[in-house]
């Protein structure tokens, strides 16, 4: 897959009879993964178009929005699905105010005659562009929504589902397991007062799920490692300001500090509880261990 970071109107030479896909992929869910798919079987060529930052981040003043993948996870995702091309075009204020025709005619110039998309696509300023319009000038593949467990797979149901601690129907609707990576940060070394030493990351940017326990799996330099996490304050041992995920890693004794993991998760264990004393808090430590190692 070759990949183009590109500002809207830039000529590419990609050849002819292309078929994209084209959309935010927030996730590159199970519904996205369709389209993709579907986008390899009808064309010469498959492309898949994107847009970063996300055109809330720009369009909206003080929004943070928080991402199921950041660019690089949704790039790696992408490439799984080996499409040939994906573009990505910078969103900017500029971009917003594209019309309907002229992204269209832009989708001519780069070599597209067939789109797959699905049945909510809408595109251009204020969203003005819709399927009939593609109809007129391409060959166009409707996709009818996904559904799992009698649940529509789209980015803002997963991300509902998380924050109501439902990660195994999310994980499903996803197609694996939600993840956040990142750097590990030094804490405060509350965990490994209490015997259970964690590996701590900032959630900002990351869609956070429901505040509480987790079963999760641990990725470390290509190794896999069951765990637990903790998503919240530390109310117990001096409430934090800010939302921290705390992981401690079975059977694991390094210092990983300014290393990169990966957090998978598996399971929602319990809410995140205020204990009335460290030796309380020790004791359902070691219960959530057991039923996970058990469980998992």
């Known amino acids: 897959m070759r990949v183009y970071k590109i500002e809207i109107g830039k000529k590419l030479n990609l050849g002819s009879n292309l078929c ?18 579907e986008c390899k079987r009808n064309g010469e060529k498959s492309v898949v178009i994107t847009f970063y930052p996300h055109p809330l981040c720009v369009l909206k003043t003080n929004f943070n929005y928080c991402f199921l993948t950041n660019l690089n996870r949704k790039i790696n995702l992408i490439r799984k699905l080996n499409p040939d091309y994906l573009i990505i075009i910078e969103f900017t204020r500029t971009t917003a105010l594209t019309k309907k025709d002229e992204f269209i005619d832009y989708l001519k110039t780069i070599g597209i005659t067939s789109i797959v998309c699905g049945k909510d696509t809408f595109f251009g300023y204020k969203n003005e562009g819709t399927i009939s319009d593609l109809k007129k000038e391409f060959k166009v593949k409707v996709i009818d929504d996904l559904y799992v467990d009698d649940l529509k797979i789209s980015s ?11 990660i195994e129907l999310a994980n499903k609707l996803l197609g694996r397991n939600y993840m956040i990576e990142g750097v590990v940060v030094e804490g405060f ?14 959630i900002l940017g990351n869609v956070p799920p429901k505040n509480g326990v987790y079963a999760v799996n641990v990725i470390y330099n290509k190794k896999k490692y069951l765990g637990m996490c903790n998503v919240g304050y530390n109310p117990t041992i001096g409430k934090l300001n800010t939302l921290k ?15 990169e993991i990966k957090v998978e998760f598996l399971s929602y264990i319990r809410k995140e509880t205020k204990f009335s004393s460290l030796d309380e808090l020790k004791s359902q430590l070691k219960k959530d261990k057991d039923l996970i190692m058990k469980a998992h």
């Open 20 to 37: 994209a896909t084209i959309g935010n992929f927030d996730g590159v869910h199970k519904a996205h993964q369709l389209l993709i798919n």
């Open 245 to 259: 995920l705390e992981t401690h890693i079975f059977n694991f004794d390094k210092m990983i500090y300014g290393e």
């Open 189 to 202: 070394h509350n965990g490994e007062k209490l015997g259970y030493r964690t590996a701590n990351l900032d």
């Open 156 to 166: 803002s149901n997963i991300k509902a589902l998380l924050e109501d601690g439902k």
